[in-house]
């Protein structure tokens, strides 16, 4: 692991940092050049304001990181979505050449792209996105630090001038109406004009006529005014001055004049000439422009006023921009224009008051002065707001006109980069380049680096309570009045004297000039008082002052008088009088002094002992008022510093006596110096402490650390912002200190020891007093002093003789300095111990300092010594504490870790691995198992922003150096592994973050590691898949964005603290805080720069800054904000960028969670696929739960389309496992799923269903060698799919229709056959090679596509089945029949199950029972014991064989014979095996038995018992036996009565329905013959199917029902009706003869019992072919049909297809024929029937009564007498064959034989009632007799 770029530069760990020249030149004034050695503290002061920063670059943690990630939108596709197509449509649409551009991912700075390298050995998968930077998407290094607990803050560089705004004004041009001749000057300042004071020194500018100009030499300069907060007092003074007025000259009146407007020739040339001459001014005009308007309370500003002189897009409305607030709206009468060009406002002022006599600026405002007539002209200023260096996010523009600037200055055009306010790298948009801007606007550039600037001194700098950063020493002296008994012109000169001893002495050169360029001149002049007796002066004269003030030095004022006339030479000055002022007496802040003016100055004129020879003016009175300003950062004017400073040049110089008692006082009395005064002195006075503690002796080191910390401690409490540490102090510490350079020895040995001492006095237990506490408040400053002076120490050590590019080595520290420092840390730790038990705040602070003590002494001394300190803490803090203390140790360690170098730290002995990184592992798996719920929530925080922190580090982005720190984290793993415990009982929130470290970890191991852990133990690998699974669950994505809590701790769901708003369950808490900041600033989110990538698309029409976009946005802002509400609220109140972000990470944390987990569960695979872990072999349960967990959640298209590949070289693996019987849950769960995705509307994903499909046949083929299995497993699933998936869908008119759903289920089922199967493979990134089937050690493939086929086929028809089913949803309670069918297609189509064979076979069966379908019902009990007997015989298990299987069969066809292999296969987990049993076969034959007794038929009970009783007999249950034999009793006698009844037993009618329309659907032009109950005859079916079929008819179709049974031909209906034709049938025997033509009466065939199985129908037709509809017996034709139905009845449905019909046709004799040999028959039938005993001869001569009856009563003639009539006589006996005639004959005369022989048995029979009808029998036969011998005379022979 190479050592990153450890230090800053080679191995410079300290910047020196240049102060800032702040007025141009460091270089001291020449009077403060004087040799200052004999002064230390004055040596002291300059050094500070001199020295260099030095800034500890690493102090506050360097971390450059990668840039983030583009995230791509995932795909997340429901059933019927098909979001991929719609967008790449959409991107076809848009794709034109020039937008091309716009779609490609901003590239972020020079960063590099995040991961560049994925480790070679890691699968395709691998290269995807880590979750990481989905989960923490806003990473923000920062900003995660500044919410650790005592977190130090840097400051900005103490600027030299402290000030928020910076004005910059610039003078453009003077032009009056008159013109302008002669040269003006003036000068600008700030004022406020509430308190009439002065804010800022003049700054001075000149103003050439035209033809005077030096190129504008004059007006190339600016002024920069500093100003603190804007305020409406606040205002530029503008003060105009020009040449004085030459008596009887040209007035200055010419300028206000109104006529004429011009100056003439001769005035400009009178003018002109004057003003070369006169070297003094005048006072002219005066304006003054307020720069903030007066409305302004520093809040939100509405757009800049037209009329404000700063630009609108420099208006601010975050709030603490309220230094933006435009310089507003002049309240000045005049007109005033602005031109605003980018920052900087052009503002003409129209209206200067011009003024007539001279004045001081206090009257400016007074009430009493007279108003003149305004100037005509007008002055061109302009203005400029400038920023600090450090540009603040917000400058740049923030409604975004800004932006538009920059593109109208024409700079920059590309699109992208006026979005620079939300690219984040905006840092260099300062004033420069504001300043660079204004070049195009106004001729000239007006940079601020090339024009010359001068900086006004703030005169607020003395008063405020802030250090001096910068050197100055001057004296401002304004003359105000001066009070004569006589009129004068006069004015006043000023210098500065060293001594009094000789006036012609010149002298000092002190005074600043007003030009620029120039050196400090001797004197400085004010204007000139014209013509007054109260002469009044505004000017203000700067002094530079000597460093060493002496009671010598003076100021002395010379008042002279000018003749304003032109004479023979240009007018001289006389002198009036003198006045002297000694500095030392009067040297104060602000002073107004009033001075006498003296005649002549004599020698040591400043002396007392003079006074008496003096002669003044005036009587010696004070005339002469002026006012000084002490502006000096040498000169402290408090009398305690200057004690201080006075006795500590004597301590240093040793001219005190040795005791220094006075040092101590003056030391001690620094206690109670004013604070303003503390603060401004507060640097050189620490310096000089730190020097007392540094080389003192005991005594006095101890008084200067006292002294110390109560200065330290008072700074503090002064500190306004009420940050933990003051900046005044953090500035010292972090810029000024620097260890005194070299010039004595280093601070830290001294101040650790005092420091240890006092602490160690405090253990013991002495007194001392409430300086320790103060101590320990201010122990961060004592700290970094340390470690600062170390530091310094050891770059001093090794600057010079260390090799270019090495590191510095650590400084070594003296064993004792060490020691105690060691002490010293545990005293202080005791403190935080003690005191954090009793919950003081002053303890958590202390913690968290000491813990910045280590983490900068990680950087200087060699890392164990660090580590000692930090084991000391560790022990003094095991285990888990108290909840305070727990939260100080994590806080330390998070501190600690946060060190740049932490990966790289060593361990405690050379063999260990990274100490610190152990010790937080330790700490936070301690954690996690606390009780208290905000550690355990910390503990996983910390845990995740360090794991971030690395992955994003520019500096460990190669693959070995990911693998390190993977591998220092790894035994995390390892302990949660050890106690799963612990992790379950974290809630949701922790365990994602848990969860996500796992994954980054796991991701960033190599392969070799993971192996290693995974060959431990199977119970270890088992939970560590425990974890993936988990990670599924709770990174799972769902659409609803509704946060269901996924699982949440069961302790308390609750415990979420409801402060943070949940906008995602999923990402991580501090993506909560990053959103909720977002929506807090505006609408509009500021990107920062590490995640500026997010906003750079933001449409134009969403950036409006402040408004909502409507007003039903806007409530609904305000109600989320105000109920706190869900998080579907929440999340739903986002500005919609904000909203689409939050999604688009979701979806991609959803995404590379299942993308790594799938990873890793190949590699895994690929692992134990060589048998080198330790595993279940038998079931690989690891795998198949995480890829079932992938499989029923929904995943975006990427993760499919990943998971195919890797479920294939699962399968290529591990195949004979997975396919095995063990893991049958597992199968069937991934055939539902694949079935599930071969529904949706997203082809890439129905596809790969196909292709998965495909590849479990293949591995069926491979060990199997048949599909036999797979084909029960499909259809189960599909059957389990089918109550899932939508088949059917609503038609606009209300009926059903087939959904999309099934029809894509049926395509893709189609396709799993499809021969052209290899581009889909590719498609799928599977070899083409990927279904053969071949296994090992054999050559052929075994893969068979027809038996693929027959497969697909199969669930094709379930799923056909089941549509059918679902289509009849709504007419189910109608038309049973079709419900019945429906029943029964699924039992069919589930056939291959058993258990689904059967339920539908239940399902049927209860149909049934409804309808009171008997029979039916009894098959479907019969059908469904078959299935159960056909399993049992084929396991051998069963008391039953074959041939009961057969016998069973007979009863009901659909029984299979062929016991098969299919039941053994159909054992699937879940199915089968539990159901088939003995019992259960006997209760469903039991069942049949009930129902067939219901429907009275008995022969198949009988059938039925001779089954049952095997079983009894095997299990010896006599008492069943003996109910056995029972019941078959009763059924035998049963099948008795119905064969005795004399009525023929009828079990059921048959109809034949056949149905023409095209809204019968299927059952168009078809046939069927419906089997009813007994009792139902023609009319009631009628009327039952006319209602049924009613109901599906629509207006446009009618039902109409076809009256007789003639033969329909289709095609000559009517098209817009539906026909019925319904005829009954009479069943046909096995084996009657259909050619006969005898009538058929049923009750003929009943004389045996035989099973009433039927398959064969006939009905006869007569029809004539003469076409009368009525003819007699000679025409009456016959034709019979008979139907062959599809299986026999009794079914398990109610009516059967007629597969097959065929007719005969009779002429008319055959059926005369056929007529009389039925009645023959029947009588015969009668007599010849056997009957069992005498004892029933009643029911025998009922029968024989009535067949004799209706054959010889005379009035029933019409039957044999017609046919006589009919055939024998006449014409149609000629037509007659002579055949037919004789078999009517012979028919004729054998009926007549049989009725004779029947009157003879009936009179054997009858008793006494019955005599009178059998006469009636013998004369009716022998009438019959007599008729018929008139056409057979043989007739009376033979009978």
Known sequence: MEPAVATAGEGQRFKRIPRQAWSGNLELDPLLNESLDQWPHLNELVQCYKADFVKDDCKYGRYESVAPPSFQNQIFEGPDTDIETELQLCNARNSKPEDATEDDPPSTSGRQIYE????????????????????????????????????????????????????????????????????????????????????SEDFYFHILPTDMQDAQGSLDRRGVFSLDAPSPSVCLLIQLEKAATEEGGVTPSVYSRKEPVHLAEKEKQKLQVWSRIMPYKESFAWAMIPLFEGNHAGGLSDAASPSSPLAPSLSGSSSQDSIVDPISKLTLDGKVNHYSSGSSVIVEISNLNKVKESYIEDSLQDPKRKVHKPVKGVLRLEVEKLHDGHNDVDNASEGGSMANDLNDAGDINNGRSNRSSFDGIHSSVNSIAIGKKDAHHNGHISNAENGDIFQAFDFRMLTRSEPFSQLFHCLYVYPLTVSLSRKRNLFVRVELRKDDSDIRKPPLEAVHPRERNTMLQKWGHTQIAVGTRMASYHDEVKISLPALLTPQHHLVFTFFHVDLQMKLEAPKPVIVGYSVLPLSTHIQLLSDVSLPILRELVPH???????????????????????LRLCSSLFPVNERIIDFFVEYDRHTLHTSPPWGSELLEAINSLKNVESTALIQFLQPILNMLLHLIGDGGETLQVAAFRAMVNILTRVQQESSDGAERNRFLINYVDFAFDDFDDRQAPVYPGLSTVWGSLARSKAKGYRVGPVYDDVLAMAWFFLELIVKSMGLEQSRLFYHNLPLGEDVPPLQLKEGVFRCIMQLFDCLLTEVHERCKKGLSLAKRLNSTLAFFCYDLLSIIEPRQVFELVSLYMDKFAGVCQSVLHDCKLTFLQIICDHDLFVEMPGRDPSDRNYLSSVLIQEIFLTLDHDDLSQRAKAARILVVLICKHEFDARYQKSEDKLYIAQLYFPLIGQILDEMPVFYNLNAVEK?????????????????????????????????????????????????????????????????RPASPKYSERLSPSVNAYLSEASRHEIRPQGTPENGYMWNRVSPQLSSPNQPYSLREALAQAQSSRIGSTARALRESLHPVLRQKLELWEENLSSAVSLEVLGITEKFSVAAGTRSITTDYAKLDCVTSILMGLLSRSQPLAVWKAFLPVVYNIFNLHGATLMARENDRFLKQIAFHLLRLAVFRNDSIRKRAVVGLQILVRNSFNYFKNTTRLRVMLTITLSELMSDVQVTQMKSDGSLEESGEARRLRKSLEEMADVRSKDLLKDCGLPVTALEATPEGSSDNRWSWVEVKHLSKCLVQALDAGLEHALLGSVVTVDRYAAAEGFYELAMAYAPVPDLHIMWLLHLCDAHQEMQSWAEAAQCAVAVAGVIMQALVGRNDAVWSKEHVASLRKICPIVNTDVSAEASAAEVEGYGASKLTVDSA????????????????????????????????????????????????????????????????????????????????????????????????????MEKLSHIYEAKMDGSHTLHIIPDSRQVNADELQPGVCYLQITALDPVMEDEDLGSRRERIFSLSTGTVRARV????????????????????????????????????????????????????????????????????????????????????????????????????????????????????????????????????AALLEFMAVCKRAIRVHFRLIGEEDQEFHTQLVNGFQSLTAELSHYIPAILSEL
Request: hydrophobic content about 35%; proline content about 4%; charged content about 25%.
């Open 1654 to 1785: 039927f398959d064969r129908f006939l009905f006869d037709t007569p029809f004539t072919k003469n076409g009368k509809t009525q003819g007699g017996l000679e025409d009456q034709w016959k034709r019979r049909t008979v139907l062959q139905t599809e299986g026999s009845f009794p079914a398990l449905v109610n009516r059967l297809l007629v597969t097959k019909s065929e007719s005969l046709e009779f002429s008319p004799v055959e059926n005369a024929i056929g007529m009389i040999e039925t009645r023959t028959a029947a009588l015969r039938n009668e007599l010849e029937e056997p009957r069992s005993s005498e004892g029933d001869q009643l029911p025998r001569l009922q029968s024989l009564q009535r067949i004799l009856q209706g054959s010889v009563a005379v009035q029933v003639n019409s039957g044999v007498l017609s046919v006589c009539t009919a055939f024998l006589s006449g014409e149609p006996a000629t037509r007659l064959r002579s055949q037919e005639l004789q078999q009517l004959i």
């Open 1482 to 1581: 006997v209760k469903y034959l039991q069942l049949a038995n009930n129902l067939f007794t219901q429907a009275e038929l008995y022969h198949f009970c009988a059938s039925i018992q001779e089954l049952i009783i095997p079983v009894y007999k095997s299990r010896r249950a006599y008492g069943q036996l003996a109910k056995c034999h029972t019941s078959l009793t009763n059924i035998y006698e049963s099948i008795l009565e119905q064969e005795a009844s004399p009525i023929p037993f009828i079990d059921a009618t048959y109809y034949r329905v056949g149905f023409y329309g095209e809204r019968f659907g299927k059952l168009n032009k078809k046939e069927y013959v419906f089997r009813e109950p007994q009792d139902v005859r023609l009319g009631d079916i």
């Open 116 to 199: 560049t390298e994925s480790s070679a050995s890691s699968s395709k998968v691998h290269c995807s996105l880590s979750p990481l930077p989905a989960y923490e998407p806003a990473f923000d290094w920062e900003n995660e630090r500044s919410l650790i607990f005592g977190q130090r803050v840097t400051e900005t560089m103490p600027a030299i001038s402290n000030s928020g705004l910076k004005i910059t004004v610039k003078v453009l041009s003077l032009s009056f109406q008159a013109g302008l001749v002669e040269p003006f000057s003036g000068t600008v300042c700030l004022y406020n004009r509430d308190r009439r004071e002065k804010l």
């Open 992 to 1056: 994602r973050e848990v969860l996500v470290v796992i994954l980054q970890i796991v991701r960033n191991l190599d392969d070799a590691t993971l192996i290693k852990a995974w060959q431990q133990s199977i119970a270890r690998t088992r939970l560590f898949f425990k974890l993936l699974e988990e990670c599924i669950t709770h990174f799972e994505h769902n659409k609803t964005g509704d946060s269901m809590l996924l699982g949440a701790s069961s302790r308390s769901p609750d415990v979420e």
């Open 605 to 627: 004129y400043v002396q007392e002992s003079g006074k008496e020879r003096m002669d003044y003016l005036e009587d010696g009175k004070t005339v002469f008022r002026l006012r």
